[in-house]
């Protein structure tokens, strides 16, 4: 499945705006369930946010109305604008790449992602107050 890779994690104050994206390097999104996820120091691994292959998006309740996920699937590109930022919103970012099922079932937030099939390996995000 090819080769995901993350960039555009960064360190910033509160408040402040990033955009995370995630290049496949061997396949288009269009027909996945593509996800962010993220894991604080500490913490367990959570599902952040996922895109179907007909363009849904599905948010986690800690980041609605603050994070974007959106997709170019001619550039291979997924990507999480983040808004608003939360000193509990660092942590490092993983995107992951599943069936369509996930999205549409809703298994994507299971397990902080274990239903996903393919992982990036992750970028810091580092949010300071």
């Not at 550039?75 to 992951?96: F, I």
């Not at 992602?113 to 990036?120: H, L, N, T």
Request: aromatic share 12%; net charge negative.
């Amino acid at each position: 499945q090819g080769q995901l890779v993350e960039s555009g994690g960064d360190s910033v104050q509160a408040g402040g705006s990033l955009t995370l994206s995630c290049v496949a390097s061997a396949y288009t999104y269009d027909s996945f369930c593509m996800g962010w996820f993220r894991q604080g120091s500490g913490k367990e691994r959570e599902a952040v946010a996922a895109i179907s292959s007909d363009g849904t998006t599905k948010y986690a309740e800690s980041v609605k109305g603050r994070f974007t996920i959106s997709k170019d699937n001619a550039k291979n590109t997924l990507y999480l604008q983040m808004n608003a930022l939360k000193p509990e919103d660092s942590g490092t970012y993983y995107c992951a790449q599943g069936s369509s099922y996930e999205c549409y079932s809703g298994s994507w937030r299971t397990g902080g992602g274990q239903r996903m099939d393919y992982w990036g390996e992750g970028i810091p995000v580092t949010i300071s107050s």
